[in-house]
């Protein structure tokens, strides 16, 4: 392991141990009588404390505390408790700010937009490739579209995206020199996951990401930047063209595996901006067996780029609408077979460039 990495690691541990050394309540502030009002101070306070980008979204938090904290005096229950703390924190605009009910269901604080107008549909994917063969109940799948290798991947789930699977499905594509890799209906997942299979395109460690963690009371009091790095996978590498599929779907831990596979020099990104919404969300305990998220870490790519609300740019920027869907096509798709036929000369069946390793 890098220094480098032992040293982002130690970043992230050090935050989380001083959440869990932090005094439940901010210092000075009285111990309520109500229960769900010392939810309240706990909530606000770990908030305080680890959030990262208050500064960066201009907000207020203590304003938040001062308009909101004597309403929690009369919250009675713990769905009153949540409603309240979800009115305070959807000015943050912040997809991984959510809460958990004890039967398991999920409560988003904020839905962004940039979601709503996809760029890819289903429904073509069944005529470009014919052959669409599907792994981990459609989680993923792959094919071939007019000869090239065609990759999807829906989401980063360690039970459905197993990695000898994958690796056993880029050795059936060793002998071409370029495949597409489409990530535009993946909107998050699990993090190291994604960037095990980044790393079997990558033929050494590459920088990928910077984080930066809370180190101080003040919103603004941000730790320097510390690097994360994209390992090679051990054994299977795929040293062929990359086109990867991007698109406002693409959220997340996806945008982590973007930030990283944009770094290789063997991949162009094709589509739309991806959503912007990427901050290592921790949980924590609320009560009565709720819990809640705290994104705590400051994310930004390689080159220094804030995701949070930015999302990553293509390098090809294409234009697909619900019009170009429903007449069966899919203009990024389009693109990206346009991109490797001018590469290699040929329609079909391009010549080999060797083996994976």
């Known amino acids: 392991m890098s220094a480098a990495k032992v040293i982002a690691i ?28 010392y939810q309240f101070e706990e909530y606000w306070y770990k908030f305080d404390r680890l959030y990262p980008y208050f500064e960066y979204k201009h907000m207020d938090w203590q304003a938040a505390y001062d308009k909101y904290r004597p309403l ?23 997809v991984h700010v959510w809460f958990k009910s004890p039967e398991g269901e999920y409560l988003n604080t904020y839905d962004s937009k940039r979601a709503d107008d996809p760029n890819w549909s289903p429904g073509p994917l069944g005529v470009y490739v014919p052959d669409l063969a599907y792994y ?30 994958f690796a056993t499905v880029l050795e059936q594509f060793a002998s071409s020199p370029g495949l597409i890799l489409d990530v535009r209906m993946n909107s998050g997942g699990n993090d190291h996951l994604a960037y095990k299979i980044a790393g079997y395109f990558a033929d050494r460690p ?15 009091d941000l730790g320097p930047p510390m690097p994360r790095y994209m390992e090679p996978a051990v054994g299977v590498h795929y040293p062929g063209l990359v086109m990867l599929l991007i698109g406002p779907d693409s959220f997340s831990s996806t ?7 944009q770094t290789l020099p063997n991949v162009t990104t094709i589509g739309a901006t991806t959503g912007g919404a990427s901050g290592c969300p921790e949980t924590f305990a609320l009560g009565n067996g709720w819990t809640y998220s705290v994104p ?29 869907f429903q007449r069966g096509d899919d203009p990024v798709l389009d693109t ?22």
């Open 72 to 94: 929690a005096d009369k919250v009675t229950n713990e769905s009153e408790l949540v409603a309240l703390l979800t009115r305070m924190t959807t000015p943050l605009k912040d």
């Open 296 to 324: 705590v870490c400051y994310d930004m790519t390689a080159d220094h780029r804030v995701i949070e609300w930015n999302g990553i740019q293509p390098e090809v920027a294409v234009s697909a609408t619900q019009a170009d």
């Open 10 to 37: 130690a970043a992230l541990f050090t935050v989380l141990a001083l959440a869990g050394c932090m005094p439940n309540i901010a210092p000075g502030h009285p111990i309520p009588r109500n229960p769900y009002a």
């Open 206 to 220: 590459h920088l990928s990401e910077y984080y930066r963690y809370r180190n101080g009371p003040r919103p603004g």
């Open 255 to 261: 945008e982590n595996f973007i930030a990283a596979m």
């Open 336 to 357: 990206a077979l346009q991109l490797l036929k001018e590469k290699f000369k040929a329609q079909e069946n391009p010549p080999s460039p060797g083996t994976l390793r």
């Open 136 to 165: 981990g109940g459609a989680d993923w799948g792959f094919g071939r579209v007019q000869g090239f290798p065609y990759i999807f991947i829906g989401d980063w789930k360690k039970h459905a995206l197993s990695l000898d699977d």
